[in-house]
């Protein structure tokens, strides 16, 4: 499978953006999916994942209650809805696939093997 991520853009604080991985090459049946993301000088760090199969779903404790994961199975795409967006949210956005996710583990981004190229998402204050 193949990812493209998509729906980058520059919005002001306490606005909304949302971002979409949609998957080539095969479907996202059996894989968990998941969005990370990395700003300049920080570590990439988990954001929010879906496994495909059932819809459970894991959130990064800074983004609960503002950022929503869905899943479209007709367009074999994963959004990322990102409400009440901060400028600590700036950051290359990357979504990733893998097979055999477990729960706990759905924040760890060594349990992905495949990768998108990211988007960039700016929050001006």
């Known amino acids: 499978v193949q990812l493209q991520a998509s729906g980058g853009g520059l919005v002001q604080t306490g606005g909304s953006l949302r971002v979409s991985c949609t998957a080539s090459g095969d479907t996202f049946r059996g894989y968990t999916v998941g969005w990370f993301r990395q700003s300049l000088g920080r570590d990439r760090e988990f954001v929010a994942a879906v496994r495909w199969s059932g819809g459970h779903t894991s959130y990064e404790d800074s983004v609960k209650g503002r950022f929503t994961i869905s899943r479209d199975n007709g367009k074999n795409t994963v959004y990322l809805q990102m409400n009440s967006l901060k400028p600590e949210d700036t950051a290359v956005y990357y979504c990733?696939?893998?097979?055999?996710?477990?729960?706990?583990?759905?924040?760890?981004?060594?349990?992905?093997?495949?990768w998108g190229q990211g988007t960039l998402v700016t929050v001006s204050s």
């Open positions: 990733a696939a893998g097979r055999g996710v477990i729960l706990s583990n759905m924040h760890n981004s060594r349990a992905y093997t495949v």
